[in-house]
T-cell receptor, first 112, second 115 residues
Framework: SQELEQSPQSLIVQEGKNLTINCTSSKTLYGLYWYKQKYGEGLIFLMMLQKGGEEKSHEKITAKLDEKKQQSSLHITASQPSHAGIYLCGADKKAAGNKLTFGGGTRVLVKP | EAQVTQNPRYLITVTGKKLTVTCSQNMNHEYMSWYRQDPGLGLRQIYYSMNVEVTDKGDVPEGYKVSRKEKRNFPLILESPSPNQTSLYFC??????????????FGSGTQLSVL
C-alpha cells in the first residue's frame, strides 16, 4: 500500500459544481504539497502546507491540513473545464526534505 | 526562463539496449531527483541528488543509474532496459535541502516504452 492514500481515484463533476479530494497518511507529514498534472504533461505546483490546521487558497482552490498533519483536502469551488487533470498530493517523508513521496493521484474530469 | 528540461520527450527502445535520459535545470538548484509515474502507483522516487557528486537511492532504484558531475545536469541511465521499466519519467529540482520546505520544479516528462 502507498504511504499517501488519495481518494477518490477519479471523479467526474458537472461544470459549476464543487469537488473535494482527500490525501491521507498514517504518519505525521512534515510538509504537504499539492500538484496538478495535465494529461501527459509535467506537474504544476499548487500549494504547500506545513502547519497543523493550516489552510491556503488560490483562486477557486482551497487546501487544508488537519491538526494532526495526517490528512489534507483539496477543494475546488465552481469547477471549470480548466480544472480537469490529475491532482497529486506529495509529502516530505523526513524532516530533511530530501525524500518526497506522492499519492496515487486523482483524475478529475469536468463535464461542460 | 527558469525550467527543468528533459530529453527526449518520447523514447521507444528494445530490451537490453542502453539508454540515457537527460535532465538539465537552469536555476542553480542543488537538489535534483528522478521519478517514475505508473497508473495507480503515483510518482515513485528513483534516485535523488543533494549536490554535485552526491547521489542516493529513492524507493525504486533497481535497474537505474544516475550521475551528478555538474550542478545543472542529472542524467538517468538504464544500462539494460526491461519492459517493466516502461513508464513516464519525471526529473525535478529544488533550490536545496534545507530546514524549510521548498517546492519541486518538474520537467515535462519522458515517456519510455521498452519492447
Amino acid at each position: 500500500s502507498q504511504e499517501l492514500e488519495q481518494s477518490p481515484q477519479s471523479l467526474i463533476v458537472q461544470e459549476g459544481k464543487n469537488l473535494t479530494i482527500n490525501c491521507t497518511s498514517s504518519k505525521t507529514l512534515y510538509g504537504l504539497y499539492w500538484y496538478k498534472q495535465k494529461y501527459g504533461e509535467g506537474l504544476i505546483f499548487l500549494m504547500m502546507l506545513q502547519k497543523g490546521g493550516e489552510e491556503k487558497s488560490h483562486e477557486k482552490i482551497t487546501a487544508k491540513l488537519d491538526e494532526k498533519k495526517q490528512q489534507s483536502s483539496l477543494h475546488i469551488t465552481a469547477s471549470q473545464p480548466s480544472h480537469a487533470g490529475i491532482y497529486l498530493c506529495g509529502a516530505d517523508k523526513k524532516a530533511a526534505g530530501n525524500k518526497l513521496t506522492f499519492g496515487g493521484g486523482t483524475r478529475v474530469l469536468v463535464k461542460p | 526562463e527558469a525550467q527543468v528540461t528533459q530529453n527526449p520527450r518520447y523514447l521507444i527502445t528494445v530490451t537490453g539496449k542502453k539508454l540515457t535520459v537527460t535532465c538539465s535545470q537552469n536555476m542553480n538548484h542543488e537538489y535534483m531527483s528522478w521519478y517514475r509515474q505508473d497508473p495507480g502507483l503515483g510518482l515513485r522516487q528513483i534516485y535523488y541528488s543533494m549536490n554535485v557528486e552526491v547521489t542516493d537511492k529513492g524507493d525504486v532504484p533497481e535497474g537505474y543509474k544516475v550521475s551528478r558531475k555538474e550542478k545543472r545536469n542529472f542524467p538517468l541511465i538504464l544500462e539494460s532496459p526491461s519492459p517493466n521499466q516502461t513508464s513516464l519519467y519525471f526529473c525535478a529540482s529544488k533550490p536545496g535541502v534545507a530546514t524549510f520546505r521548498e517546492k519541486l520544479f518538474f520537467g515535462s516528462g519522458t515517456q519510455l516504452s521498452v519492447l
